[in-house]
């Protein structure tokens, strides 16, 4: 029986600043339940424990939260690469590991089986089609924690395309920057709103980031073929919701770039080859050199 989280967050979509803010909170040897960690984070009392979901579930934090990861030390600490979360790549980073870590379910789901099924949908698509995956693994949920977590997710990317009264609340998402979901307007709609987790090509994606999750993912190997990479669960094709033309794009500017890399293409099967495997941590210090030269 698969075991899925789908609460945790207390229905707060994680805020552009609490990573950061959690990160140093962790790093202070500070504890989530102690009476003043409300103060210490300057949050409600449920936004403390939302704060300390979204830490483990963007692996900020290891198991027991006391701990904070290789990644998050890279990005946050006192001389990190990002830590106010500036630059897009650091955003496609922290998405890539929301959903291979698999820590809140629902991001892994939608991306490695549901965006299969279908690319535009409604709540009711997402939420029936996460009841049956819930049936099949004989794995209970509330459908009210199910609908809270579809919401949440939606907060995380989507773009509103109007404010309410609360422009800080709606424009906070941390993810809405990637352009991942969006927004249709469809005739048949019956009052449900429609969206779209469409494959792109992704301009905005650096290829070193795009190299560092192929160099992290566990079934690396030495040869890879175009279809896995664009197909396989947890590949950048599915993570990044690439066309295969931008696959191909992407593979192009890595094998020009870096000569440790081979893309061939022999009696119909593609691969990317590695004549050696660099250190993924080498690869990700390359980009951010480059935004300070």
């Keep these: ?14 805020r552009h600043f609490w990573l950061k803010k959690g990160y140093d909170f962790v790093k202070a040897d500070e504890k989530f339940n102690s009476d003043t960690a409300v103060v210490d984070l300057g949050v409600g009392k449920n936004m403390v424990n939302s704060i300390r979901f979204w830490l483990k579930s963007f692996y900020i934090v290891e198991e027991n939260y006391q701990k904070t990861t290789e990644l998050a030390d890279y990005i946050f600490s006192k001389n990190g690469t990002d830590p106010y979360l500036e630059d897009i790549g650091t955003l496609w980073l922290l998405h890539y590991h929301l959903v291979t870590k698999e820590i809140a379910s629902i991001y892994s789901l939608v991306f490695n089986q ?34 809270r977590d579809i919401g949440v997710f939606i907060r995380n990317y989507l773009l509103p395309k109007s404010s309410s009264q609360n422009v800080e609340d709606d424009f906070s998402g941390l993810l809405i920057e990637l352009g991942l979901l969006k927004e249709i307007d469809k005739v048949e709609t019956g009052g449900s709103n429609w969206y779209k987790i469409e494959a792109t090509e992704r301009a905005d994606l650096p290829i070193e980031i795009l190299l560092f999750s192929i160099l992290d993912n566990p079934n690396w190997q030495s040869s890879m073929s175009f279809i896995s990479l664009l197909n396989d669960k947890n590949s950048i094709g599915v993570v990044y919701a690439l066309t295969a033309n931008g696959l191909m794009s992407k593979i192009e500017e890595l094998t020009n770039r870096y000569s440790f890399l081979v893309y061939k293409e022999d009696a119909g099967v593609r691969e990317l080859q590695f004549k050696e495997k660099p250190d993924k941590w080498e690869i990700l210090q390359s980009y951010y050199q480059t935004l300070v030269s």
């Design 114 to 147: 549901f965006r299969k099924e279908r690319i535009e949908f409604t709540k009711e698509h997402l939420f029936h089609f996460l009841k049956r995956v819930c049936k099949q693994e004989n794995f209970t949920v509330s459908p009210n924690s199910l609908k």
């Design 1 to 14: 029986m698969a075991k899925y989280i789908f609460s945790g967050h207390d229905t707060f979509h994680c």
